[in-house]
């Protein structure tokens, strides 16, 4: 099964974070990808929410704005995509990642397409 790690902090967490401390979040990504390997399908660190395009249908036309969907606390700063037997072993392995972060976790489902 796929698993979609979204990895949320607050917008200044990083700027307000020591060298030493950026330096120890690193190493725990670092350990992760150790722990996990060839389970990570794919992942990214994402750009801020300042530089987010919002797409929205409005009177059923397309409608862009820049930044983010809506104001919140945290940030998404980036993902994973892990396949995993089960989510314990998903919430195993993420136990390695920052403990200064809230990380979303959701199953993948299959959608069928029609051709």
Known sequence: MKYL?????????WAKASPEQQQEWMADH???HEAVGPAILGGEALAGPESA???RHIDGKPVLTDGPFAETAEMIGGFYLLEAPDLDTVTGWCEI???GYSLEIRP???VDMPS
């Open 108 to 110: 993948c489902i299959d």
């Open 53 to 55: 395009t919002t797409l």
């Open 5 to 13: 790690v979204l990895i949320a902090y607050p917008p200044d967490g």
């Open 97 to 99: 990642l920052p403990d």
């Open 30 to 32: 670092g350990r992760f």
